[in-house]
């Protein structure tokens, strides 16, 4: 009776905004890339290195000024698997906990979710790491 009542689920079109807000986050860092390399005389290295910190900036602004949960109810994945979603988890996560103090706040909450994911990154950078070791035979 539940599952009679939920909304209906628009998969299609939900992975195809999702693709194209994802894509457009690609275009974004890019074009952060190119102004860095260009205006500042920056390696692309480095320039990377700066559009990170520009998209880790934005995400964490436009969650603490409330804007983010809407974009990403709209784009879903497209906002949340970039590095946006890991700098959204983190302050969400910082905002809702600040009243508790910095140690049993902050400190102990902020990284609920982030953890997870820092944890399994690297796990799988280990697990891959050896893998690649093995095939390459050690060099």
Known sequence: MVVSHNPKEHRGSNAFIAFMVGGLIGVIGQLLVDFYSYYLHLSSSDAS????????FLASLF???GFFDKWVNFARCGLIIPITGFAHSMTSAA???KKEGFV???GANMFK????????????AYIF???RLIIMGGA
């Open 49 to 56: 290195i700066f559009m990170i910190i520009t998209l880790i």
């Open 129 to 131: 790491g050896f893998i």
């Open 113 to 124: 979710l982030a953890g997870t994911v820092i944890l399994y990154g690297v796990v799988s």
């Open 95 to 97: 905002i809702e906990y």
């Open 63 to 65: 969650t603490a000024l």
């Open 104 to 106: 049993t706040g902050l």
